[in-house]
């Protein structure tokens, strides 16, 4: 029969899974877990292990994995009905009484679970067969082998409206494979098969049945994608695509990643990332995120680094604000613009996916870089908006306690970080020798005007850029004295900004690898313009220490603003001069001008004194 899920999770929370285990075998308290020998196989050296705080068992031999349940069905060799009844006077809980029509639905959903196990066993013997070759080919493009078609259980449904429904009424009734959603049909019309001509991919429940399926057409047919429509067993908006392959790689500390679909969740486990799932092309729903919870306290939503994947990050985060607790948030690590988990890992191996989630940033920050980089905060008024706005984000989250706390970030972040003296002399500490890299987020200082775009040499825009572009891990300092100047050159400034985007987008690139993303950007040209000997001319670059390179960096961003400053004089005396011809005006032009010269210099180094003083 069918219990409620709030009866099974009573049972679960009354009876210690840890106690109940010890009974039958010693277990060794380690950290937070408790490990001993396994009860299910033979072995000498203790593999299996107890997670009291996530509820489940796991065994690193033999690969028994469950909760408490399913531990006694399993090491005393009862039924789910008999292990409920055991457990329910365990926990003093009186087992509900089936009706009727849940017995009736019970076998129904037995019944419709051997039918799907059925058209998965079909789909995947059409695979090998001659008719499946486009789909070998398909899949052998998309870097999957044998084994790996065999691991996921992938198929073939061939094309044709009725070979599935041929084949499986031998056995089941026509009304069944429409309640599985394995036939269509149009109003009174003869049935035909759901799936036809595409590669198919089983849908799992938690405890690995197929209960729907996932279907990529061949051809140019639409949808691209086709799921099974909801069934008594399946409701998509419940079901995340890989959970019970990723409950197991959760249960051996492997990171709970969400990601788009079925190919990227595949290309993620054969990498080694063996806690990815994916919602069923649609944004995450409540259902989902409480799924997610269940597993891990802080999952990683890593989507697409284009519009699409941001947009649907966005949409989870929306999803989850009411519903975070106290331990209960999320990540959120974002691809490089373009590539997604299945080709970056083709493309660029294991490291790189690592480097992707190795950035994933807190809920709180990517909150509050969103509703920074809406709009400008350079008035009060604007800064009262944003403080506003974030209030606002706070406030819709359900847990008083966590709401107080993200009011007070939200108000450190514009206190802290839109304050420019205070952002500097927290960039100035350090912590143990270090540089302090809590880096606020771009775009956390307004930029800076430029009064007379003609008098500010192209070469000191150069010098910013390319030692930028040439030690990118400088950012984790300087991104937002980088993004806050404007160069008076419209191709520097566009590859400044582009620069930052990247460093968003992905943290921690080196050198090569920014110069890669920005040629695949359209920035090629002005790369190679950039090259290294721009910083002959300016003398910190050629320091090999870190910190006096970035020390270098902000005396040359301090010269800028001094700079601008400077021109704003100079044009303030000319405008003066213009106004009443008082001589004093015209005799402040010539040194002012001199000692912006003597800066300049003083920044490019000992070659630049010696020719502005001409011959000795």
């Keep these: 029969m069918s219990f409620p899920p709030a009866f099974l999770d009573e049972i679960r929370a009354r009876v210690p899974l840890a106690e109940l285990i010890g009974r039958r075998l010693r277990l060794v308290k380690r950290g937070r877990e408790y490990s001993g020998l396994c009860p299910f196989h033979n072995e000498k050296s203790p593999s299996f292990t107890v997670n009291e705080e996530k509820g489940f068992f796991h065994c690193f031999g033999c690969g028994a994995h469950g909760d408490v349940i399913t531990f006694v069905m399993q090491s005393q060799n009862l039924g789910f009905l008999e292990a409920i009844e055991a457990l329910a006077g365990e926990a003093g809980l009186e087992v509900p009484k089936a009706t009727p029509q849940e017995r009736e639905r019970a076998v129904r959903q037995k019944t419709l679970a051997e039918v799907l196990e059925a058209a998965c066993a079909f789909y995947q013997a059409q695979l090998k067969s001659g008719v499946g070759a486009v789909a070998r080919e398909y899949l052998d493009r998309r870097g999957l082998d044998a084994d790996a078609v065999e691991r996921f259980r992938l198929g073939y449904a ?29 109003e009174e019309r003869d049935s035909f098969d759901y799936f036809r001509d595409r590669v198919m991919f089983p849908i799992l429940d938690r405890s690995g049945r197929v209960i729907a399926f996932g279907g990529r057409v061949m051809g140019d047919a639409k949808p691209k994608y086709l799921n099974s429509p909801d069934t008594p067993i399946f409701h998509k908006g419940s079901v995340l695509y890989g959970l019970s392959w990723a409950r197991i790689g959760v249960a051996k500390a492997a990171e709970l990643i969400v990601t788009e679909g079925y190919m990227d969740v595949i290309a993620l486990h054969r990498a080694g990332f063996e806690g990815a799932v994916a919602p069923l092309g649609t944004a995450l729903t409540e259902a989902q995120l409480e799924e997610l919870w269940r597993l891990a306290p802080e999952p990683i939503l890593c ?61 709180a920050e990517v909150l509050w870089a969103q509703e920074l980089a809406a709009r400008p905060v350079d008035t009060p008024e604007r800064r009262a908006d944003l403080t506003a706005r974030l209030k606002a984000r706070a406030d819709q989250i359900g ?29 100035g500490r350090s912590r143990n020798g270090r540089s302090d890299r809590s880096a606020a987020p771009v775009l956390a200082v307004p930029v800076l005007a430029v009064p007379d775009p003609t008098a500010i040499p192209r070469r000191k825009q150069e010098v910013l850029v390319s030692l930028v572009l040439f030690r990118p891990d400088l950012l984790d300092d300087i991104v937002e004295d980088f993004a806050g100047i404007a160069f008076a050159a419209p191709d520097l400034d566009k590859l400044r900004q582009e620069i930052i985007n990247v460093h968003v987008r992905d943290p921690g690139l080196d050198s090569d690898s920014l110069k890669h993303h920005l040629c695949n950007r359209g920035y090629g040209r002005d790369v190679e313009t950039l090259s290294p000997h721009q910083l002959v001319h300016a003398k910190f670059a050629l320091f090999a220490d870190r910190d006096q390179i970035l020390a270098g960096w902000r005396q040359a961003y301090d010269y800028w603003r001094n700079h601008l400053r400077g021109a ?11 106004r009443d011809g ?17 800066d300049e210099a003083e920044q490019d180094g000992p070659a630049e004194r010696r020719r502005l003083a001409g011959p000795a």
């Design 158 to 186: 061939p094309p044709g409206h009725g070979l599935l429904k041929q084949v499986l009424q031998r056995e089941f009734p026509e009304a069944m494979l429409l309640e599985a959603g394995l036939l269509g049909q149009k």
């Design 303 to 363: 989507f697409d680094g284009d519009a699409a994947g941001q947009r649907a990050a966005g949409r989870a985060l929306e999803r989850a604000l009411p519903l975070l607790k106290p331990g209960r948030s999320l990540r959120f690590a974002t691809l490089p613009e373009g590539e997604d988990p299945d080709t970056l890992i083709a493309r660029f191996g294991r490291a790189a996916m690592q480097g992707v989630l190795g950035a994933a940033r807190p809920l």
């Design 399 to 427: 847990d008083t306690a966590l709401a107080r706390e993200y009011h007070g970030f939200f108000r450190n972040c514009v206190y802290e970080r839109l304050n420019p003296r205070r952002a500097n002399d927290r960039r």
């Design 568 to 578: 704003a004089e100079l044009e303030e005396a000319a405008g003066r001069f213009a």
């Design 582 to 598: 008082n001589q004093a005006h015209v005799l402040a032009l010539p040194p002012l001008a001199e000692q912006r010269r003597n």
